[in-house]
């Protein structure tokens, strides 16, 4: 088992930066793929990164790709978001999600089997 705890939204100016954290409790945190998702309102929860348990892998979402940075620290059981020249359309709730030990990175929201009860982020224009 896996549980996920989001933290560092908030209300931010665009062109404006925040960094999300996940922490994870957990004796496979090293060994879980993870990922960040988000939803915002009357959409369907969507991709924005991942990363393979070693760190070595990662994925972005087009949308973000160039902005945000997924990172994780093994030792400290935590995953990071940097986000970066944050946009209004970026405004959302920011899940993180973890898939069983051991399963390899993915984009697909179907294959992340632990979440995180979401923070929310506000970008302003």
């Known amino acids: 088992q896996v549980q996920l705890v989001e933290s560092g939204g908030g209300l931010v100016q665009a062109g404006g930066s925040l960094r999300l954290s996940c922490a994870a409790s957990g004796r496979t945190f090293s060994s879980n793929a993870m990922g960040w998702f988000r939803q915002a309102p009357g959409k369907e929860r969507e991709f924005v990164a991942a990363?393979?348990?070693?760190?070595?892998?990662?994925y972005y979402a087009d949308s973000v790709k160039g902005r945000f940075t997924i990172s994780r620290d093994n030792t400290k059981n935590t995953l990071y978001l940097q986000m970066n020249s944050l946009k209004p359309e970026d405004t959302a709730v920011y899940y993180c999600?973890?898939?069983?030990?051991?399963?390899?990175?993915?984009?697909?929201?179907?294959?992340?089997?632990?979440w995180g009860q979401g923070t929310q982020v506000t970008v302003s224009s």
């Open positions: 990363i393979s348990w070693s760190g070595i892998t990662t």
């Open positions: 999600a973890a898939r069983q030990a051991e399963a390899t990175v993915s984009r697909a929201r179907s294959e992340y089997d632990y």
